[in-house]
């Protein structure tokens, strides 16, 4: 056994650390010296990682009598030993990046080691990991993500095979692969060629562009561009029925979340399909989250705080959780088009300040704290309206208007409207 001679505030008595890797494990389990007072003993074991050596590992931790054991998410190599211990011990999955400023010399026992001082200590916090049911539906939501994403990314290459024919219908029809343009290129794949035909199988909307597609349809259509179009047009209808097989999936798992769904999706920019990916990835439950600012924290949609000498740093936003953070950006330009909401101004009014950018972060900060509430309380949102801020201090207000009156060389009088 090695000791250290360091008096730390102790909070857990006998602690434990396990360093993770691909092949193997070290463990270290940090308890009182029995000689010493004062003093602290480490005893480091290596594990393999196999469910057995896992087993081993955990029966060599419950001999010890540990209270806490604490481990960094490294990788996906946690998730298998985390599964296992996670029922029968205290456990501690904690950020390798809030660790990584304060360790000292690198090597996997002095990790362990590292990491059983930290628990014993309290200088971590752990992260939130969510139940399995949770977990699950959260492969479901983002490898459907993923699909919807590698489905467009085909739309995209199917749109510059076009190109090279010298078709312009990507610059006529918005979506190439919608109900007319699917028309249109079926036809070709068959073998038509005359662009009048090919236009008049436009519907709905599209046919009042016949004219433009006729010119838009002039190219150089070749059997290997026939063959690339369908290649890419088997390629779109796989990965939506594909998407569309998750889409069943996910329903059948959040069908007792209908209210939630229907709660969220009354928050600007939020749909059902947002919606979803907020429940699986929050698991719907506020309780882990004491604020809602602490959910925006976790989320990574609040500025950073760096203050130094009396001086405050320029503040990033974190990373926090990468699928929530992608689609509040996307709910929040959503949410801003609509420029009589109070979404709108608020945005209108941080952006003349401190930019679009920022703005834009703002807005997602609201949002978050909006999902909050709307999960916490269990209430639809409520729309503030656009004149919420003038309502609010009107004599702001006026001050501004004034202002801008007197900037054009006019004089503006403010009189009360006499009631009826």
Known sequence: MARLDVKDEVIHLRSAGVDLGKRFLLGCVRTPSTTHAGRWSLETERFGTTQAEIRRLLA????????????????????SVYYLLQPHLNLMLVNPS?????????????????????????????SFVPPRAVRELRDLTRRRTEVVRA???????LEKELEDTGFKLTSVLSNVVGVSGRAILEALVAGERDPERLADLTVRQARAKIPQLVEALDGDFTPHHAFMVRHYLDQIDHLNATVAMFDARI???????????????TIPGISRLAAEIVIAETGGDMAQFATAHHLAS????????????????SGRTRHGNTSL?????????????????????????????????????????????????????QVAYRELGADYFAKRNPERAMRRMIKEANSLGLTLRFEPIEAV
């Open 60 to 79: 060599w931790l419950v001999e010890r009598r540990v209270e806490v054991v604490v481990m960094e998410a490294t990788s996906d190599y946690w998730r």
């Open 98 to 126: 809030h660790l990584k400023g304060i360790r000292g010399r690198k090597t996997d026992p002095s990790d362990a080691a590292f990491l059983a001082r930290a628990g014993a200590s309290g200088m971590v916090m752990g």
């Open 151 to 157: 489905a467009g990314a085909e739309a995209q290459r």
């Open 251 to 265: 329903a059948e798992l959040l069908a007792a979340q209908e209210r939630a769904l229907d709660l969220l999706d």
């Open 298 to 313: 976790w989320i990574g949609v609040c500025p950073g705080q760096s203050e130094s000498a009396g001086v405050n740093r």
């Open 325 to 377: 953070k992608r689609l509040l950006g996307v709910a929040a330009m959503a949410a801003i088009r609509n420029k009589d909401s109070y979404l709108a101004v608020f945005y209108r009014r941080i952006a003349s300040r401190r930019g679009a950018k920022r703005a834009l972060v703002a807005v997602m900060h609201k949002l978050a704290t909006a999902i909050w509430h709307v999960l916490d309380d």
